[in-house]
C-alpha cells in the first residue's frame, strides 16, 4: 500500500448483523482498492439483545425507536482521533429513523467527528429509508460535515411480507420457515447480491479517492425500487 495512501474510517452500528455484512465487503473493496480502512463498532453501554424475543418487548422497542430514542454509547477507541479523507456512517433503520446508538454518537461526538470532513452514510433497512436519510442528513450538516453521497441496502423481500417477516424475526420467530410465510418472505435480511453490490461501492469509493475524483457522482445504489 502506497505511503499517500486515502484513508477511509468506517463508523457503525450494527444490531442483528445486517448492517456488519455489508460493512465487512465494503472494506474489502476500499482496500483492494489501495485505500487503508479503519473500523469503529458502535458498541451500547447495555448491551442489547437479538431478536429481542416477545412480541410485546418488540412493539416497545418500535414505539420508542419511532420516537428517536437515544441509547448511550461505550466511548469511543482511538481510531477516532485521527484524520481521514472520508468517514462512512453505517447503521439500520429503526422505525424510519437512525438508530439509538447512532443518534447518541451524533450527540455525544457529532461535531468532532464531522466538522470539515466528506461524509458518505449507508443506510441498512427494511425499505422506508427516506425519513432515516433527511434525519441523518440534517444532523449531519448540522455537525459540520459534507455528506457527498450515500448507499441504501433494503431488504429485497415485498412488501407487506417484509414487514411482517421483519416483525416476526424481532419477536424471536422464524417466519423464513413458515409453511404459508416462507413462500413470500424467504429470508431475512439482505441478499448475497448486496454483498457483493457493497463491495463494488467499495472499489469504486477508493478507486474515486485514490484519483482526486468527486464522490458525489459515483453511482452508489442510492435509489431503490419503492
Known sequence: MGRNAA????????FSA????????????????????????????????FPIGTISATL???????????????????LCRARYDLLILAGPTWSYNPSGPVL???????RRLFAGQQVVPLISCRGYW?????????????????????????HPSREPWRTIGVFLKLAGRVPEKGRFLGRYYPRY???????????????????????????????LGGKVPG
Not at 104 to 110: E, T, Y
Not at 139 to 153: P, S, T
Request: include cysteine; charge should be positive; aromatic fraction near 6%.
Open 7 to 14: 484513508r477511509v474510517l468506517i463508523i457503525y452500528y450494527s
Open 18 to 49: 445486517q448492517t456488519a455484512g455489508l460493512i465487512h465487503r465494503l472494506s474489502a473493496g476500499l482496500a483492494e482498492a489501495g485505500v487503508t480502512v479503519r473500523e469503529e463498532r458502535l458498541m451500547p453501554r447495555t448491551p442489547l439483545k
Open 60 to 78: 416497545a422497542m418500535m414505539l420508542i425507536t419511532f420516537l428517536r430514542g437515544r441509547i448511550p454509547i461505550q466511548p469511543l477507541s482511538d
Open 104 to 110: 447518541s454518537l451524533l450527540d455525544r461526538d457529532g
Open 130 to 154: 427516506r425519513m432515516h436519510w433527511w434525519t441523518l442528513s440534517w444532523q449531519l450538516a448540522r455537525c459540520g460535515a459534507r455528506v457527498v453521497n450515500r448507499m441504501i441496502f433494503a
Open 189 to 219: 435480511g439482505h441478499a448475497r447480491e448486496q454483498l457483493e453490490e457493497a463491495h463494488q461501492y467499495g472499489r469504486r469509493l477508493g478507486l474515486a479517492l485514490a484519483e482526486g475524483r468527486s464522490l458525489a457522482d459515483l453511482d
